[in-house]
């Protein structure tokens, strides 16, 4: 029951390229407002032609331009969770998902929506109300038992938690994950929220201006982006400049030059900090690269820490801004041998209370887990690719 | 009371609806739904019996159907039809009158339909048929009642272009508002008030209640937002 899409036009907006999501996996279509994700939706459930693409659910073809193949959304069994519900206000809840059941004799169609209704939590009673006269987290709920009910073989979800409180997106959550199980079909989500992504979703698919910029496990995009835009969508707080040197006496490893730009002529001027990191090889020496390293690969310790160990650095640093956000604190730190560089960290528990600014500590740094992305693809870099 | 004007004026307004209720629909609702290059002047055109004089469009139908015209020489010699001071030509002018009172308010329902509405239900399997009946019909139902009411209404107060393509021939072309006039012409003051009150009691609260229903479309439409 897989799902595996790709799709190619430039008019009247620029798309282009693929991705693929397993039963029972749910995808996330990350990226920021107009780089075309609810556009790869309405693609999905046959909403929106495009110029040229193919998509394939469950070995059955739902489009195929090559072949003049195009299914109509009533073909499609596709189930979408509208971001405002787009719940008919006219119609009851249970008349609401009894328009998905078309497939069933009318007289079984409204007993059949009740059952539905009862599996998203909603009473008897409140399936008989109107969509005004329910809550918005309860709306939400009439709409994903509609897009349940037609039985899909693919469910969409369009930004579905964006309006709805902190509270009932927490108890969304459990029922989509509990969904997920029982349902056994691709799940496609359309998210601005980073962390919804993260917490929610088995794959990212980041998007920018209508083009896939990358595909892959949420843990891997975070820790290996394909580029610095990639870096920055999915909100990478660490990202820096430098330039790769090449191998470093110690093999396997190669010498990061940590500069302030991209501009290599500044390399020996601007900054004498060099990291020792994996070296694969693809990179010449003295190309310009961007670099992060996961949050993971951080951890701050008390002034005065010194145990070196291999694969590690030590960076002397001080507290420059201190963020409250609840339960954790966003700190940003300066580093005694690159000042004008500024690490951030997310800090909780009982190590966050004494951190206030100009507080010093020592910051210990995973060379394992830093990622570099050259500036641009080196015409010998998209030969070897090849 | 003129009651063969009164009763030729609520036939003619029937009449009218029966003809421009499937046309408002159909036309109104591909005008709600679709862009094109030269919509706005086919809009202008709907619009022109709102601010044409009644007698300016009376005089051209007459030019355009009259017995003289090859047009009306066509419709006689090849169906022997008249559409000159007869109650066929008078349904033609009030149709053609009718036309902005019955397409605007039936296109302005469809457009405030939100389209993800419609795109639920194509979502959901709803043919196009079954959409246009449970979900675009019900909530523009009360723009199109509207419609009617204007519709029904204004015909019976027609007064312009009937006398200019029908003349004033008791029971085939004098409706009520001619019947108004001639009454005034010859100082039966009685029976024109009489008529005119009617028609203004029936006129007010047929407006009244077509406004109070697009109010409650309004709020209905603002809820789905």
């Given at each position: 029951m897989a799902l595996h899409i790709q799709f190619q036009q430039h008019k009247p907006m620029s798309l282009q390229g693929q991705f693929s999501c397993e039963a029972g996996q749910l995808l996330a279509l990350v990226g920021p407002s107009g780089a075309g994700k609810s556009s790869i939706l309405r693609l999905l459930a046959g909403l929106m032609r495009p110029a040229h693409g193919r998509i394939e659910v469950g070995g059955q073809v739902w489009l195929d331009t090559a072949k003049g193949i195009f299914q109509t959304p009533q073909q499609r069994r596709v189930g979408l969770v509208f971001q405002n519900y787009a719940l008919m206000p006219h119609l009851s809840a249970a008349a609401n998902v009894a328009l998905?059941?078309?497939?069933?004799?009318k007289s079984e169609r409204i007993i059949e929506a009740v059952q539905w209704l009862k599996r998203v939590r909603l009473s008897s009673d409140e399936s008989m109300r109107r969509p005004a006269q329910l809550s918005g987290g309860q709306q939400q709920r009439v709409a994903l038992a509609r897009a349940l009910a037609r039985e899909p073989q693919l469910l969409l979800l369009d930004e579905p938690f964006s309006a709805v409180d902190q509270m009932n997106r927490e108890s969304l959550y459990r029922l989509l994950a509990e969904l997920r199980t029982d349902l056994n079909i691709p799940i496609v989500l359309v998210t601005h929220d980073l962390n919804e992504a993260r917490m929610l979703c088995d794959k990212l698919v980041v998007l920018d201006q209508g083009d896939v910029l990358q595909e892959g496990p949420a843990f891997e995009v975070h820790r290996r982006p394909r580029n610095s835009r990639v870096a920055d969508l999915v909100g990478i707080q660490n990202r820096f400049y430098g330039a790769w040197m090449g191998p470093s006496e110690t093999p396997g490893l190669g010498v990061l030059q940590w500069t302030r730009s991209l501009d290599t002529q500044q390399v020996t001027s601007q900054n004498s900090l060099q990291l020792r990191t994996r070296d694969k090889g693809k990179i010449p020496p003295g190309f310009p690269v961007n670099w992060v390293v996961h949050a993971d690969g951080l951890a701050l310790k008390p002034e005065g820490y010194n145990l070196q160990r291999d694969g590690f650095i030590l960076l002397p640093v001080h507290v420059v801004g201190h963020r409250d956000l609840g339960e954790l604190s966003l700190i940003d730190l300066s580093m005694d041998v690159a000042p004008c560089e500024v690490l951030k960290m997310a800090v909780s528990g009982a190590q966050r209370l004494g951190l206030k600014t100009g507080a010093r500590g020592v910051v210990e740094m995973d060379l394992g887990l830093i990622h570099i992305m050259p500036k641009k693809p080196h015409p010998e870099l998209a030969q070897m690719r090849r | 009371m003129d009651w063969s004007a009164f009763s030729l004026s609520i036939q003619l307004a029937f009449g009218t609806l029966l003809v421009l209720l499937p046309m408002g629909l159909l036309v109104g609702r591909w005008l709600a739904r679709t862009q094109f290059k030269g919509r706005a002047w086919l809009e202008a055109a709907i619009l022109l019996p709102l601010v044409l004089p009644p007698t300016v469009m009376g005089y051209y139908l007459l030019v355009v159907v009259g017995g003289g015209s090859p047009v009306g020489q066509w419709l006689q010699n090849t169906w022997g039809v008249s559409l000159a001071f007869n109650f066929s030509g008078l349904l033609l002018a009030s149709v053609l009158f009718n036309i902005p009172f019955m397409f605007q308010p039936i296109q302005r329902a469809f457009e405030s339909i939100p389209n993800n509405l419609n795109e639920a239900a194509q979502v959901s399997g709803l043919s196009r048929w079954a959409i246009f009946t449970t979900v675009e019909l019900p909530l523009a139902w009360p723009g199109i009642v509207s419609a009617m009411v204007l519709t029904f209404v204004h015909t019976l107060g027609e007064f312009g272009v009937v006398l200019m393509i029908g003349g004033s021939i008791p029971g085939e072309t004098r409706t009520l508002a001619i019947s108004i006039y001639d009454s005034v012409q010859s100082f039966d003051l009685q029976a024109a008030h009489q008529m005119s009150l009617a028609l203004l009691i029936f006129s007010l609260v047929a407006v009244a209640t077509s406004l109070l229903l697009s109010g409650r479309r309004m709020r209905t439409v603002k809820r789905a937002v």
């Open positions: 998905a059941l078309q497939h069933l004799p | -």
